[in-house]
């Protein structure tokens, strides 16, 4: 392994909101529970060191002392930029001063070919999954635990080893990852092969159980499996992708490719949920999920990637009070917007895969 230092809606869609100015002065729509969050956008905060270049970017996680780390993908750069390619794990302060950084291969674990995400849990320790299912290399069936300053400390699963939905030991290509400091677990968004949220023991990364949609246990692995009885269609996931825990308990999922979010406990009994997006150009939807930073966490802040957009949700009433962006490289707009996260000031941070960026949205205070 490479080391770097510091040294070098259900309920109702509401009115569309237009990108007002650079600077994402949002109004306040007529159906919003809550008011409208306004943000600041800033894309040239991140200062890369050694003249280095982002490759696909995507994912982003916030650590205990604000500190963002980003995960990028090396592999996606031009041949010609690969000798100036970024670490795959970088780290940065609340400056976004480069802190250090690590990832590649290396002795005892297997890299994932394609980086999706990364969580940062209590002890500062760094959790990765890759997404990859080509058929001519191993699938990132596996997720990998190291130390905060890049010291490999285990391999949950194997390449290209999954056996499908209800595979204890193996993931399929698994999406996000959410580390539950208080519960001591992770919880995995496995759902690029498989159709399922897993949970693992923080501690030991041992297996303690999973559900599929509406909660189901074993996970249906037909994208089109049948609800259970009182629920609407469909009754699998089809692309679970994002996972976040609400300080309340609350588990929130994105299922991309059913343009929909399923709330559910910690145990997975299920909740509800709510439409995302429904009826646009793309219908892959809901991507990346994040909570604003406030006590009651007001706001469910959900990633749009196929329509370049980011949704802005009351919680409490799991309705839409707004939305912003589209496709392109300004300031507050969007180009494949993936995985969130937010830090304890309420500024959120997008990590644009095709865009190659982390775009920082600093919240602006109420006039």
Not at 174 to 194: H, W
Not at 268 to 294: C, E, K, R, W
Not at 349 to 361: D, F, K, N, S, T
């Amino acid at each position: 392994m490479k080391t770097f230092s510091k040294a070098a809606p259900w309920r109702r869609r509401a009115v569309e909101f237009a990108l007002a100015t650079a600077a994402c002065a949002l109004a306040t729509p007529v159906y919003a529970a809550a008011p409208m969050p306004r943000f600041t956008p800033d894309t040239n905060w991140l200062k890369l060191p050694n003249g280095w270049i982002l490759g696909e970017t995507s994912a982003v996680a916030v650590d205990r002392k604000d500190h963002l780390w980003v995960l990028q993908r090396p592999r996606t750069l031009a041949d010609a930029d690969k000798g100036h390619a970024a670490p795959p794990v970088m780290e940065f302060d609340a400056n976004g001063r480069f802190v250090q950084g690590f990832g590649g291969a290396g002795a005892g674990y297997d890299w994932p070919l394609t980086e999706h995400s990364l969580a940062v849990d209590a002890a500062g320790h760094v959790w990765i999954s890759g997404n990859n299912r080509a058929k001519a290399e191993a699938a990132d069936d596996m997720v990998l635990e190291f130390s905060g300053d890049g010291r490999f400390i285990r391999q949950i699963g194997k390449a290209g080893a999954s056996k499908g939905d209800t595979d204890t030991d193996n993931f399929n290509a698994p999406a996000d990852i959410f580390a539950d400091d208080r519960g001591g677990e992770v919880y995995i968004a496995d759902g690029y092969g498989n159709h399922r949220v897993i949970v693992l023991d923080g501690s030991t990364g041992a297996y303690r159980r999973m559900w599929g949609a509406y909660g189901v246990t074993p996970p249906p692995a037909a994208a089109d499996a049948a609800p259970p009885a009182g629920q609407p269609a469909p009754g699998s996931f089809e692309a679970v992708h994002g996972v976040e825990l609400a300080r309340d308990g609350k588990l929130y999922v994105s299922d991309r490719n059913h343009q929909r979010i399923q709330v559910f406990t910690r145990d997975g009994h299920y909740l509800a949920q709510f439409a995302v997006n429904p009826g646009m150009a793309s219908p892959q939807t809901a991507s990346g999920i994040a909570l604003s930073a406030d006590p009651a966490q007001t706001y469910l802040y959900v990633a749009d990637w196929g329509n370049n957009e980011l949704l802005v949700y009351d919680r409490a009433a799991m309705a839409l009070v707004g939305k912003f962006g589209s496709k392109g490289a300004a300031p507050g707009q969007f180009t494949g917007p993936h995985l969130l996260a937010t830090d304890s000031k309420g500024v959120l941070y997008v990590a644009e895969a095709q865009g190659r960026r982390v775009q920082r949205l600093v919240p602006q205070r109420a006039r």
